[in-house]
C-alpha cells in the first residue's frame, strides 16, 4: 500500500480553494488570463500563479484582473478548467496525488473530472518545473465538507436533520443530511449567488453616480463582489454602499430561505440545525446571530474543503505501481 499525499479542492466560482493539511486553507481568485505570446507577465504571486501547459501561460488570481481583459470561472465550465484549476492550487512540484474535489452535481461529472485529472501531469507553475501523477479523485457532493467539519466541530446534534446551506459567488445549494450522516434531499440554484447580490447593488445610482467622477460610466459587479471583504467599498474609490446595502441584503437572503422552506416543508419539523458556509455566509451572519437554530461556519469559505481533507485523509487507496 502506497501513502498519498491528500489535497481537498473546491473549485469554486470566486475562489479556488485548496488544503492539504499543512498550514492554512489557501484561496486564488477564479478569475484568469491566457496570455499572447507578445505579453509579459504581469509579477507571479503564491495565490496569483503564472501556469505553463502545452506552449500556453495563463495568469490565475487577483493579478490576472490587471490585464486588459480576462476570464471568471463562474462563466464557465468547470470540469473543463479542471486541469488548469488543478495546476494553479498544487504547489508541490512533485508526488502522488489523492484528490478529493467538490462539485454541486458531482454524478454528472466525476466521469470528465477523472479524465481531466487521474494521470501523470507536467507543467510550469511560477517558473518551477513540476511533475505530478495523480492516482485518484474522488468527487464529493458541494457543500458535504462543511457538514462534516460542522459535525468535527460539534455543531450537529446527534437527531434529526441538518440542512446545509452553502452560498457561493455564481450560485447557492441545500443539502438535507440525516441524522446518519446520509444526504436525503438537495438542490442547487444558478440564481441568487452573492454575484447576483453585487449585481443589484452595481446598479443603483446612488453607486454609478459617484464612479462617474472617476470616469466611470457603470459599476463592475465583480469589483463590488470584492469589495463585500473589503468594508463594502468599491476598489479604491472610498465609495461605500454599507449604509444602504440592507435595503438589498435583506429581501436577497429572504428569497433563498423562502425558496428553501417551499422546498423542504416536508422535512423542516425534523430539522434541528442550518449549517451555513461558502463565500457569501459572512454576509447574512449578523442576521443570523443568536439564532441557535443556525450556525455560520468559522471561516466559512474554508469549512468546505477543511470537512472534506478530515473525512477522507485518514483513509489510504491500495494502489497498483
Known sequence: MQKLNTVALDFGNYDLKSFDGSGTPRAI?????????????LVAKRNSPVVEVDGDRYH?????????????????????????????????????????VSHHSPDVVAASLRK???????????SQPCTITVKAVEVVPEGMGAYWAARQAGFVPSSGHTIVIDIGGGSWLYRVVDSDGDEI?????????SYALASQIAHDDRLK??????????????????????SHRYEETGISWAEWLNEYRDPWFSNIF??????????????????????????VAHKLKGNDAFVVM????????????????DRQLAIVA
Do not use: W
Open 29 to 41: 481568485r477564479s478569475i484568469h488570463r491566457k496570455l499572447p505570446r507578445g505579453v509579459n507577465a
Open 209 to 230: 453616480q459617484p464612479l462617474r467622477r472617476y470616469g466611470l460610466t457603470s459599476a463592475d459587479p465583480g469589483k463590488v463582489l470584492d469589495g463585500f471583504c473589503q
Open 258 to 283: 423562502s425558496q428553501i422552506r417551499a422546498d423542504l416543508a416536508s422535512y423542516l419539523p425534523s430539522t434541528r440545525r442550518f449549517i451555513v458556509c461558502g463565500g457569501g455566509a459572512h454576509l
Open 116 to 126: 481531466a485529472l487521474v494521470g501523470k501531469h507536467s507543467y510550469t507553475r511560477n
Open 60 to 100: 490565475f488570481g487577483f493579478q490576472a484582473a490587471k490585464y486588459s481583459s480576462h476570464e471568471q470561472t463562474a462563466r464557465l465550465d468547470k470540469a473543463l478548467l479542471a486541469r488548469l484549476h488543478l495546476y494553479a492550487c498544487l504547489e508541490s512540484t512533485e508526488g502522488s496525488f489523492r484528490l478529493i
Open 185 to 193: 434531499a438537495q438542490d442547487v440554484s444558478d440564481h441568487l449567488g
Open 298 to 313: 468559522p471561516e466559512p469559505n474554508f469549512s468546505n474543503v477543511v470537512g472534506m481533507y478530515e473525512q477522507f485523509s
